[in-house]
């Protein structure tokens, strides 16, 4: 090749075209990277969102049929879809849905058994395959979540965090959390929100995508991580009273907080579709 040669002579042959687009990529991915947290974070979720659920709606299907004929079968669940009501971004609340993959089944006290005891044979293969969590993709689409963020909380669990805690309300829940890298078995609810709130405050484009890849490299492996430790099998309020940091009253009144909120969001949706069918009459 000529060092010599005009640019145009130079975009000619094989190498001067190979180095035009290895600058055009670089060129790309620094302005995504520079522009990550407050434009192209959400365009790359709505894009891949948009890709993922059409790509895979007939694997959803496929799912969808087994799954209701095992539930037709076992009459494990209720129902096929589980909606759940988090906070996110700015303690906005929305409603998440899931595969149901659990039976709802308690200890002698009243508390739920752990996850591990109460997930059917169908929904250990949903999990691990994670077409669980195919319609979630919806709420990424929906700018109600994120690929990558904190792990969805509760309405209850959220009524009990400290002003501190609430730092991790700054971005959108995620799929994959900071936590594929930085938890373990060992993990705590304090240091599950002390890493969402230091991840809220240092969103970057490349730990985005480390975090995503190392949630993908534990799945294609078939390893058997647990990264959100204690988180996973207890909500904050019940860690709480199993930890002694409150009593009984005290995870009366958040779950109270919880269940209040939850109602005046109801009776809210209720009077808008009332005044949408008056509207429409």
Not at 4 to 29: E, K, R
Not at 202 to 225: E, N, P, Y
Request: net charge neutral; hydrophobic share 45%; aromatic share 14%.
């Amino acid at each position: 090749m000529n060092i010599l040669a005009s640019p145009a002579d130079l975009l000619g042959t094989p190498w001067g075209m190979a180095i035009f687009i290895v600058i055009d990529i670089a060129v790309l991915v620094l302005i995504i990277a520079l522009n990550y947290r407050w434009l192209f974070k959400r365009v790359l979720d709505f894009l891949f969102a948009a890709v993922f659920l059409i790509v895979f709606f007939p694997f959803f299907l496929i799912a969808l049929v087994a799954d209701a004929i095992y539930n037709r079968v076992t009459n494990a669940y209720k129902s096929l879809f589980a909606g759940e009501y988090c906070v996110g971004k700015k303690e906005k609340v929305f409603r998440l849905f899931t595969f149901t993959t659990e039976r709802v089944l308690h200890d002698e006290e009243g508390r739920l058994l752990p996850v591990r005891e109460r997930i059917t044979p169908m929904g250990r293969l949903l999990s691990a395959v994670g077409m669980k969590y195919y319609p979630c993709l919806a709420a990424v689409l929906a700018g109600k979540m994120s690929f990558v963020g904190p792990r969805p909380l509760s309405l209850a669990d959220a009524a009990a965090l400290t002003s501190e805690q609430k730092g991790r309300f700054a971005v959108r829940p995620g799929l994959v959390s900071s936590l594929e890298r930085y938890g373990g078995e060992s993990l705590t609810y304090p240091e599950m929100f002390e890493e969402d709130a230091e991840y809220a405050a240092h969103i970057g484009f490349f730990k985005d995508i480390s975090f995503f890849m190392t949630k993908l490299a534990h799945r294609l492996r078939g390893d058997s991580v647990r990264p959100y430790g204690e988180c996973t099998d207890r909500d904050y309020i019940g860690w709480m009273l199993d930890t002694g940091a409150i009593g009984e009253e005290e995870a009366a009144e958040y779950r109270e907080r919880g269940e209040e909120r939850l109602a005046g969001l109801r009776n809210a949706d209720r009077e808008r579709r009332s005044f949408e069918r008056n509207l429409f009459q």
